[in-house]
C-alpha cells in the first residue's frame, strides 16, 4: 500500500479516536482541535492534488522496476492544429506513445483520434469535459463525465480504453472508486514538462524533461492547449527531448508494454 494512504488510514482512525474521546471527556483545548482539522485537511488536500502519493488511487507514476526506457504521454488533444505535428515527430523516431484524449474534443475530431490509433500509439480518457473540479462534483456527475468519455473513445476505435489519465491530475476516493468501475486505470506521471502554458518556451521544456529522464519515467507532455488553439512548448521541444533520450542511450517505451508486464 503507498505510505501516504497508510497515512491517511491512520490519520482518519486517530480522528475517529480523538471525536470519540471528546464526546466521552469533553472536548480538547481549542487550539489542539483547530491543528488537528487543520492537519488532516492539509493531509486530505495533499492526496487530491498531488497524484504521486497515490493516497487515494492505485496509480501508475513509473514502470515497473526493471523497466527500460521513457514512456511519453501527450494529453488535452486531439488537436486539428498540433497533433499530426506530434505524430510526424514520434515517427520520425519510431517512437510510440499514449495519448490522453478530452472526450469533447475527441467527438468533434473523431479521424484525429483514429489516426492516432492507426499510427500505432494508445489513446486513453481525459475526462468528457476536462472538469478542472472534478474532485469537488459528486459520483453522479464524475460516472457521466468519464463514462461519456469512454463512450466516444469506444465509438471511434471499437476499443474500450483502458486508461484514464485524471484532469489537472487530480483524485479523491469517488475519482478512484468511478475508475475502477469503469476498469480504468489511472495514469500520473514522474516527469511533468510543464508545457502547456502560453508563454512556455520549448528549451525551458527541454532541460525540465531532461532532468527527469531515466529508466522508467513516465512524460506528461501536451499535444494541444487545455484552452485555446495556442502550440504547447512541448511540441517544439520534442526534438530536443528525442536528443537528450539518444544522448542518455535511453529508448522510447510503449506505456502498454510496461503494463502488461505487470
Ligand atoms: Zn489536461
Redesign the pocket.
Known amino acids: 500500500m503507498p505510505p501516504a494512504r497508510i497515512v491517511f488510514f491512520a490519520a482518519t482512525i486517530g480522528g475517529i479516536g480523538v471525536t470519540a474521546r471528546a464526546i466521552m471527556t469533553g472536548p480538547p483545548p481549542l487550539s489542539v482541535s483547530v491543528a488537528l482539522a487543520s492537519g488532516y485537511m492539509a493531509l486530505l488536500l495533499a492526496g487530491v492534488f498531488v497524484l504521486r502519493l497515490r493516497m487515494f488511487a492505485d496509480a501508475i507514476i513509473r514502470g515497473p522496476r526493471d523497466a527500460r526506457g521513457v514512456v511519453l504521454t501527450f ?2 488533444g486531439p488537436d486539428p492544429e498540433h497533433t499530426r505535428e506530434v505524430l510526424d515527430l514520434l515517427d520520425g523516431h519510431a517512437a510510440k506513445a499514449t495519448f ?1 484524449v ?1 472526450g469533447h474534443k475527441a467527438e468533434k475530431h473523431p479521424e484525429l483520434v483514429s489516426e492516432i490509433v492507426r499510427r500505432g500509439h494508445e489513446v486513453g480518457v ?1 475526462g468528457f469535459s ?1 472538469d478542472r473540479f472534478l474532485s469537488l462534483r459528486g459520483t453522479k456527475h464524475v460516472r457521466d463525465d468519464l463514462n461519456k468519455a469512454v463512450r466516444v473513445l469506444e465509438n471511434i476505435t471499437g476499443k474500450t480504453p483502458a486508461l484514464f489519465r485524471p ?2 491530475g487530480h483524485t479523491n476516493p469517488t475519482i478512484a472508486r468511478v475508475a475502477d468501475e469503469l476498469d480504468l486505470t489511472v495514469v500520473g506521471w514522474s516527469v511533468g514538462a510543464r508545457d502547456g502554458i502560453a508563454r512556455t518556451k520549448p528549451e525551458d521544456v527541454v532541460s525540465r524533461v531532461g532532468r527527469g529522464l531515466r529508466d522508467g519515467a513516465i512524460v506528461l507532455l501536451h499535444d494541444a492547449a ?1 484552452r485555446g488553439t495556442h502550440k504547447p512548448a512541448g511540441i517544439g521541444a520534442l526534438p530536443g527531448i528525442f536528443e537528450k533520450l539518444a544522448a542518455k542511450n535511453l529508448v522510447v517505451a510503449h506505456l502498454p508494454d510496461w503494463l502488461r508486464d505487470n
Open positions: 494529453d488535452d490522453f478530452i481525459h476536462h484532469p489537472i487545455e
